[in-house]
């Protein structure tokens, strides 16, 4: 199985009046790490659009937490694929403390293959093959 870590101190612009980090924060680095995941592979998003006219749509996300990270904290976030079907991919986010490895936070994203040559009427299909053996080489 294919990952990808990112390491990131969290610093003060990622804090809420609390001093934890502020829970949208979760949802832009899931995101950022999806992307970085997708390159790490060889499928970039961006030339996916640009070349392909096809994105990888979200459909679903979703975000676990299990413990507050705070200033100045050092996390990992380990990216992986935690489900694969022909439209569809489930990417899966854990977040840890670097200093003992505690799971903080759990992310998902469900996304779903779309040709987008059409802006108007995009729509969603099976991912093609060469971009699906890629994939499924990533999950295994």
């Known amino acids: 199985m294919k990952q990808n870590i990112v390491e990131r101190k969290v610093m003060w612009g990622d804090l809420d009046s609390l001093g934890i980090v502020f829970y949208p924060r979760y949802y832009e680095w899931i995101d950022a790490c999806g992307h970085l995941f997708f390159e790490a592979i060889n499928l970039n998003i961006g030339d996916l659009w640009r070349e392909r006219r096809i994105l990888f749509g979200l459909v679903e996300t979703s975000c676990r ?21 022909n439209k ?53």
Do not use: W
């Open 65 to 85: 937490y299990l413990k507050p990270a705070r200033y100045h904290q050092e996390i990992r976030i380990v990216t992986n694929i935690n489900a694969l079907d």
């Open 88 to 140: 569809t991919i489930v990417i899966k986010h854990s977040m840890r403390a670097l200093e003992n490895d505690e799971l903080m936070v759990e992310g998902l994203e469900k996304r779903i293959c779309l040709d987008v040559s059409d802006p108007e009427a995009f729509r969603a299909i099976d991912f093609p093959d060469d971009i699906y053996t890629v994939l499924k080489g990533a999950k295994d």
